[in-house]
């Protein structure tokens, strides 16, 4: 089975804190993504990494960072946190392109 | 601009009857199409995909169809059941098939 693991399930974080969402695989993938999910708009992408050191932005970059440090473990860092921060992120893994993502449960952020 | 709609927010289906959902898409360029079911309070779940050299794809009670020309994709399940009550995303991507975008989802109930 593939296991993807989120350091969190729930968070709560107060404006301006910098926070660290941790997402962790044990399954040697090569491909790593950071979602956000909110009612009504669907899942967009954050930031994806496809080797260790490598990232690239998805859509709503904006007031995000990521890293990739290791291959197993791939970090989404809110640099100061905001209230329009407050969501639902998910991570995914996937093997290689043109194959499934393999999400996790998510961490439930909220930024008060 | 949406590149993949899921246009019916909402889904209600009696239990052992068949489910149909509908999705569509503008970038013609996309060629890897998948779908997943989210429940609450967890992450999406791969169910199942289709490349454009298909137009069809069965497993078990799902079975997704695809449409080109009309740049439409569906999902049908057949018999369903209350436990397939849930979120249901279609997504997209690339030849380079790695970063995938969502539809904004469609919520199937289905009562006994």
């Known amino acids: 089975d593939v296991k993807v693991t989120q350091s969190s399930r729930y968070l709560v974080k107060r404006t301006g804190e910098k926070v660290f969402l941790e997402c962790v695989q044990d399954?040697?993938?090569?491909?790593m993504f950071w979602y956000r999910q909110d009612p009504g708009l669907g899942l967009r992408l954050i930031y994806f990494s496809y080797d260790v050191k490598m990232k690239e932005k998805g859509d709503i970059p904006e007031g995000y960072s990521v890293s990739r440090e290791k291959k197993e473990r791939f970090s989404l860092i809110l640099e100061s946190a905001s209230t329009n921060q407050t969501s639902m992120y998910l991570c995914?893994?996937?093997?290689?392109?043109?194959?499934?993502?393999?999400f996790g449960d998510g961490t439930r952020l909220s930024i008060l | 601009d949406q590149q993949v709609k899921q246009n019916s927010p909402s889904l209600s289906v009696q239990e052992g009857r068949i489910s149909i959902l509908n999705c569509d898409y503008t970038?013609?360029?996309?060629?890897?199409f998948l779908w997943y079911k989210k429940y609450p309070a967890e992450g999406p779940t791969f169910l199942i995909s289709?490349?454009?050299?298909?137009d069809k794809n069965e497993d078990g009670r799902f079975t997704v169809f695809l449409n080109k020309s009309a740049k439409h994709l569906s999902l049908h399940i057949v018999p369903s059941q209350p436990g397939d009550s849930a979120v249901y995303f279609c997504a997209a991507s690339d030849q380079a098939g790695t970063a995938l975008i969502f539809g904004k989802g469609t919520t199937l109930s289905v009562s006994s």
């Open positions: 995914a893994i996937q093997y290689r392109g043109n194959q499934p993502q393999h």
């Open positions: 399954m040697d993938h090569e491909n």
């Open positions: 970038n013609s360029m996309f060629d890897y």
């Open positions: 289709i490349s454009s050299i298909k």
